[in-house]
């Protein structure tokens, strides 16, 4: 249609109301026959045939980011089809949609998941807490879907949600995404503007002049304050705890450091099968440039473990196994050997034998004075990460070994002769476990090497401590 009244503007002028009759037939007929995308269909009885994609939503729910606060905006079916897009302050974390049918969806290319409902009737977004239904209440206060029951979620055929892994990452670094939503008949794409993430490839420079390269994202809308704080201190840091990792295991672990101002939470973190590592804004902020880098080095060995396979190893799960001191036929013992971690709950329940010393002394707040941190007990990962972090600083171990240890709870424990002896002879044993466990990876020579070097470091400790 549209080729045929591009050919007719080619008419002679003298042609022109004839054309402008053409035009407006063209135009009638167009809309009489092709009805715009979405647009209701009648067939003769009245019967709807083709139901505009909107009318079946109950709610789009977008989860924005500003000034670190989450904020919940929900878009009703009739707003997002007068809403040709959506425009949001912040950036877009996550979003929820209900519908009164079954819809496919997705967000910035990720399909939305189906959200199983919970025993109260609210949706269970794990990281990102409940979704309740008193949330569409107070949003359709005004009598638009007065006909819907919200307080049963059950109501809705179509429940479905995306969120980051990580909380509070955006759900795309551009400015633009688009949300599509699709049934048998017909799709929908509501382009969506967000603040986008920033982008920075940071160059340090090196000893011998060569050069690092990181990227840096940062999510959240304060870029002014990396003006007026020492940022640059606090994210050489932040490499220099990477590269350090990176060097002694002779391998790029990190392409990427990320930057979340995203409230709530205190902490740095890692994603399985990526390799970038999360920053929140409150603790790149709060804690020192040493601490940062500490705390680099912790999350760069997190993603080694992980590319490693480390907690796959039969041999590293048993070891874990007997020093959490877990009975031989107990349920905790074979969950972690047969699937690596513990039935939920048990992180904390199984303590009717003391903890191993070990876990409190590779803690990094024990093994490097003045840091904080190490959780080595709560599982095999935690406990490889910290032991490794240990081998990269030789030289602290006979110093600690010498030293109180503080446990979990604060209070010091004095290491006794004998406590120091079979310290030291649980510790060589973790590094020849780790060694039989890199030599079965074919990537693991340099690891091997590196844990060879140290295991003879180590060995000569013993004599120090026997002879006492
Ligand atoms: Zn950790």
Redesign the pocket.
Known sequence: MLLVLFGMSYFNTQHHKLILCFLILGIFITVLFFPLKGADAKVADGSVIYQDLTDGIVALCIYHVKNGQTIVRIFSGTELKTHPSIHMEGYISGVVLLSTSSIEASVAGRPLRKVPIQTDGSLDLTKYGKFESDVLKVAFRNAEHSDFDFDRMSHFAGKYAWFPTVPGDPVSTQNRFSIILKDSRQSLEIPVFHTETIQLTLVFSEPDNIQYKMDFRYSGNDPEQFEIRDFETRVRAIAEGVRAVESILGQELVTSVNLLEYDGIYNALTCDGRNEIWFYTDIFWKESPEELRTIAE?ETL?IFVDQGRLTKNTDLRELFADLRGMDDLSMDRFALITTGVFPSGARRTDSKTPDHILFAFINEMNFFKGKKGG?SRDSLE?FC?SFLHTLMYPDNLDHNLKSPVILPGGDLHILSTNNQMSLLADYLMVIEKLMNAAGANPAGKIMEAFLRDRLEKTRPLNNGVASK
């Open positions: 912790h997190h959780h935690e990460v």
